[in-house]
């Protein structure tokens, strides 16, 4: 079945430091992916998203390249900040099933000033 | 931009009693509303795809007759924990999928947080 796996947190950096978390996927056909943000206490947001091959998703600084060679879609930012600090979560659907959404187990990220 | 609510936000229960969760499409109609369960420190886990109309769709290992899912309208969708017990302490959150659109448009709400005593 379809699944995603991204690198474990947390994630400790400094203020200003490039980020990059991990995420590859497991799945049949063509799946649209993307990355959420959850901030402490608040629902989940959608981040960016790619929908096909070589597609880059980007939003707030962040940056993510469907790579299906690899299957992978990793997040970047070149320079985080405290507000970054939050849960993100990788995901894919692949448009069957009624449009399901599988989630990866999130990596918690710490920015210190 | 599209908003979906949960009501209530927090909720604290004795064990043996139900509780029901809202979860609405403030400014758009929802075909679909998905329903997850979180574990603290840990991700999304998938209970049922709820579709305006018909019956809603487990996962594998969701007992439907403990969750029980109501999508009444193209706004609104209930999750009623039956018999609640303290195992069933968790932080649970909605879905909706924007109807007529691509795959990828689905909102969520805050989430709700339920604790049983």
């Known amino acids: 079945g379809n699944s995603v796996t991204q690198m474990e947190g947390p994630v400790t950096l400094s203020e200003e430091a490039f980020l990059t978390i991990n995420c590859t996927y497991t799945?049949?056909?063509?799946?649209?992916l993307f990355w959420y943000v959850q901030y402490p206490g608040e629902g989940l947001q959608l981040l960016l998203k790619a929908t096909k091959a070589d597609d880059k998703g980007s939003n707030k600084g962040f940056e993510a390249t469907y790579r299906k060679e690899t299957t992978s879609f990793h997040l970047e930012k070149g320079s985080v900040q405290v507000s970054d600090s939050a849960v993100y979560f990788c995901a894919l659907s692949d448009g069957t099933g009624g449009f399901k959404t599988i989630f990866g187990a999130g990596t918690r990220l710490f920015v210190k000033a | 931009g599209a908003v979906v609510s949960q009501h209530p936000s927090w909720v604290i229960c004795k064990s043996g009693t139900s509780v029901k969760i809202e979860c609405r499409s403030l400014d758009f109609q929802a075909t679909t509303m998905f329903w997850y369960r979180q574990f603290p420190k840990q991700s999304l886990m998938l209970m049922a795809t709820s579709n305006e109309g018909s019956k809603a769709t487990y996962e594998q290992g969701v007992e439907k007759d403990k969750f029980l899912i109501n999508h009444a309208s193209l706004t609104l969708s209930t999750l009623t924990v039956t018999s609640a017990h303290p195992e069933d302490s968790s932080f649970y959150i909605c879905?909706?999928?924007?109807?007529?659109?691509?795959?990828?448009?689905?909102?969520f709400g805050p989430g709700t947080r339920l604790t049983v005593l």
């Open positions: 879905s909706a999928r924007l109807a007529g659109v691509s795959v990828d448009t689905q909102y």
């Open positions: 799945a049949t056909g063509y799946p649209s």
